[in-house]
């Protein structure tokens, strides 16, 4: 189980290639501020998030068929790859409408990277180990919740941001290194078909309903032609998805599992947190650099803190939901992001970082008892063989929630700039802000509601029926 085992250098390479993309989830939003001052465009910085979640939601599917065709170890070193050839081209970025290509190509190999690190542990450890490797994995994300925001802050300040792309250079060549160096295995292959129809309509209908957002009341009227085409395209698109998924031999996404009503629910929760992550982290260190003029480094350690309370609050949620529940404990951990997104809102027009410090991290605490009990819950209630479509449906919800929800706090904020005096005026911006964090608020209550819909009952409720006994992974 140890680093020193058999197994233990693929450990160390797979919580390596981890730090790669938790360290990226939150080193680019405290250096925004800087990227803009020196490529302009302020009004285009929500798309550096978007496509790289987009990107990364979408692939995610597609890599896990892949995986099962070829092998995850060629998936694993191609989405490396990926993540570092988009670093590379990140740091010579000319222009926003550049940097922003270049996280497609980072978001492509995140998408490889994220999934396959995880079924390779199930791969090489049994159901009982993996209780204790996870916590290594989860380690890394917890270091990475301060590492990256710190790091984002000090290149910022003291050196260029294009050094928060070029230091993922050397990771991803020494986790390339180890992957390909101490992991082998034996691949069984089975035929598959993929859904390519349904992956193109997927990223058709997203791609254009977070331009129609993101661009509205911007670069064009909400009512001009190009609003109402990239509108019309993408709702077009999402809803002609669900036909298509229908009559796929292998749909991208097994959309029949939102027939349950507690995958249902689940998946809402997902698709909150993660508008409500990415809604912190990308606009509390503009919040604070522009209207205060703080450094980087205190903008990042005000997100650092949302990030520190939620593994936090993840490492005790396992007794707080075997002792009360997986909806009570959902339900405590929401009620209290509300009540942080509140109050974030409520203070918004009087910029503070001590105050946005707090907050962020009561909202991360409260996020921590809401994602983990929420996931788990939908684990528990199916077969160990759908466990994974299960868990990947919630990843991917997660991801599109992150990417549509940057999109829409994105034209809020635009659109209150636009209307003001600038994203230099210091009214305009807290304005901008204020009503960011209010709209924030509002996706937690939405999210409250939709753990409501959880059924009642401990974790051995009917609902939350115990299936067969799961096989072990192979040691």
């Known amino acids: 189980m140890g680093f020193r085992s058999e197994r233990g250098a693929v450990l160390l390479a797979l919580m390596l290639t981890t730090g790669l993309i938790a360290i990226d989830a939150t080193i680019l939003a405290t250096a925004v501020p800087s990227v803009v001052k020196e490529l302009g465009e302020f009004d285009q910085f929500p798309w550096l998030f978007s496509v790289y979640l987009l990107a990364q939601a979408v ?23 990926l993540f570092l050839l988009g670093s590379v081209l990140a740091t010579a970025a000319w222009n926003m409408s550049s940097l922003i290509v270049f ?45 990256g925001p710190a790091l984002g802050g000090l290149f910022s300040q003291f ?106 629910t689940t998946t809402l929760v997902s698709l909150g947190v993660g508008a409500l992550m990415i809604g912190i982290t990308s606009f509390v260190p503009t919040y604070l650099e522009n209207a205060l003029g703080v450094v980087p480094l205190v903008s990042g350690a005000a997100v650092a803190a949302l990030t520190l309370g939620w593994p936090l609050a993840a490492s005790t949620a396992g007794r707080l939901y075997l002792r009360h529940g997986y909806r009570r404990t959902v339900m405590i951990g929401t009620g209290i992001t509300v009540a942080g997104t509140a109050a974030l809102a409520a203070t918004g027009s009087w910029p503070n970082a001590w105050v946005v410090g707090a907050v962020s991290f009561v909202v991360g605490f409260g996020l921590g008892w809401t994602a983990a009990p929420s996931l788990i819950a939908a684990q528990a209630s199916v077969d160990w063989n759908e466990r994974g479509v299960v868990t990947g449906l919630n990843v991917f919800a997660r991801s599109a929630g992150s990417a549509v929800g940057v999109a829409v706090f994105g034209a809020i904020a635009n659109n209150v700039i636009a209307a003001g005096r600038g994203e230099t005026d210091y009214a305009t911006i807290v304005a901008a802000s204020t009503w960011v964090f209010v709209a924030i608020a509002v996706a937690a209550v939405l999210t409250w509601l939709a753990g409501t819909r959880m059924p009642p009952g401990g974790v051995d409720a009917a609902a939350y029926g115990v299936p067969g006994a799961e096989p072990a992974s192979p040691a």
């Open 103 to 147: 996280r497609v190509v980072q978001g492509l190999g995140a998408g490889a990277v994220a999934p396959m690190s995880m079924t390779i542990v199930g791969d090489l450890y049994s159901v009982a180990e993996r209780a204790l490797v996870q916590g290594y994995i989860a380690s890394v994300w917890a270091v990475s919740s301060v590492v």
């Open 159 to 264: 050196t260029s941001w294009r050094w928060i792309f070029a230091v993922n250079i050397p990771l991803c060549l020494i986790a390339g290194w180890a992957l390909a160096r101490s992991y082998h295995e034996s691949v069984e292959r089975r035929p598959h078909r993929i859904d390519y129809a349904g992956a193109l309509l997927l990223t058709l209908g997203l791609t254009a309903l977070i331009l129609a957002l993101l661009e509205g009341g911007n670069a064009w009227s909400w009512l001009s032609v190009p609003s109402l085409l990239s509108f019309g395209v993408g709702i077009a698109a999402l809803a002609a998805f669900p036909f298509v998924e229908r009559r796929a031999a292998e749909p991208v996404l097994d959309l029949s599992l939102l027939s349950r009503p507690l995958i249902r």
């Open 59 to 81: 692939s995610v599917p597609l890599y896990s068929k892949l995986a099962d065709t070829i092998g995850r170890k060629p998936v694993i070193l191609a989405g490396v790859a």
